[in-house]
């Protein structure tokens, strides 16, 4: 139902989310008074936190704001088959894309870091051509988010907190990797 509601977002910021974006860190996305309103709106939402609302606002500004990279947006493949297409494309076994992804799936804190990551992911697929669905990269974001709350709630004590988003989308890429 979230997901939803995300869409009921965009819908209401449509004329905002298709400005050109400048939003080169997670910090610009506060800058602007319509940005700001729009990352309140997914919180209340979609039940993210502020971090990961302004994460996936930022993102989404930056896919729509550029024609070539929005097209490919709407894609068949979920975030962890096109990492798998970008791997299967080099034609190396233990290739550089597997490692990327391994970088861009490890969790720490830093929502920014993990924006930045995103980012060159994007950039990545805009040069290889590939297209991954919208819904994906939100249940990405959604499921970092929940795991991040639940470990500081306190309910993953026993377990490191990069392992359960790790695992999680580790075993995504290698199901997915197997179709390609």
């Known amino acids: 139902?979230?997901?939803?509601?995300?869409q009921g977002v965009l819908k209401e910021?449509?004329?905002?989310?298709?400005?050109?974006?400048?939003?080169?860190d997670i910090g610009d996305v506060y800058s602007s008074p319509p940005d700001f309103r729009a990352v309140q709106a997914i919180c209340t939402r979609c039940y993210l936190s502020v971090e990961a609302a302004a994460c996936l606002w930022g993102i989404e500004r930056c896919?729509?704001?550029?024609?070539?990279?929005?097209?490919?947006?709407?894609?068949?493949?979920s975030v962890a088959q096109c990492w798998?297409?970008?791997?299967?494309?080099t034609n190396h076994k233990n290739n550089i894309n597997e490692s990327r992804?391994?970088?861009w799936a490890a969790m720490n804190n830093d929502w920014s870091d993990f924006y930045r990551r995103t980012q060159e992911f994007l950039k990545l697929c805009n040069l290889k051509g590939l297209n991954f669905s919208h819904e994906s990269l939100y249940d990405v974001i959604k499921m970092r988010d929940k795991t991040m709350k639940k470990y500081e709630d306190?309910?993953?004590l026993q377990v490191p907190k990069?392992?359960?988003?790790?695992?999680?989308?580790?075993?995504?890429?290698?199901?997915?990797?197997?179709?390609?």
């Open 1 to 6: 139902m979230s997901y939803e509601n995300y």
């Open 13 to 24: 910021f449509e004329r905002e989310v298709m400005r050109p974006s400048k939003l080169n």
């Open 63 to 77: 896919i729509r704001s550029r024609a070539s990279m929005f097209i490919r947006y709407d894609g068949r493949w």
């Open 84 to 89: 798998a297409n970008l791997s299967d494309s």
């Open 101 to 103: 992804f391994k970088k």
């Open 154 to 156: 306190g309910s993953y």
């Open 162 to 180: 990069p392992e359960l988003f790790n695992i999680a989308m580790w075993i995504e890429f290698s199901e997915s990797s197997k179709f390609f």
